[in-house]
């Protein structure tokens, strides 16, 4: 079974959404020490790590997407929870959480975002109307990344 690049973000949004410090996998070849103690070795025994890994062209990094200026309508980005992939229903051929337009109340779900077979639930974090819907179904979206705009109740 070869490690995709998807497998290698899942993996990297896992432990950062952990509370692991320090995490040392080997598959297919592959060899992978990840720590949150700032280069802190791993054990007495454990060898350095490599300060530099080059990774093959199918696992290089993506390209960020181009940021757009933000909406001046007072609407606020609800960001996706970590790396994975955006569901906009609860399962294939169901209706959306939401659509554009949508009044939501504070909890309301919004998508799910799906890490190996592990989803979260985005929820709305304020009441108001979602003005945009910034990731279509089945997208790959980035820790961080806006998923959506809502724009807060008065």
Known sequence: ??????????ILATFEASDWRTI???????????????????????PPAPTVFAA???????????VAAEPDDGSLPVPAPSLGTFYRAPKPGASPFTEVGARVAVGDDLCLVEVMKLFTSVKAPHAGVV???LASDGDLVEHGQPLFRIKPDA
């Open 1 to 10: 079974m070869a490690i995709s690049r998807a497998d290698i973000d899942a």
């Open 24 to 46: 040392h996998l080997k598959a297919d070849g592959l060899e992978v020490m990840l720590s949150k103690d700032g280069g802190a070795p791993l054990a007495a025994a454990a």
């Open 56 to 66: 093959p062209a199918e696992l290089a990094p993506r390209v960020q997407p181009s």
């Open 131 to 133: 003005t945009a819907i």
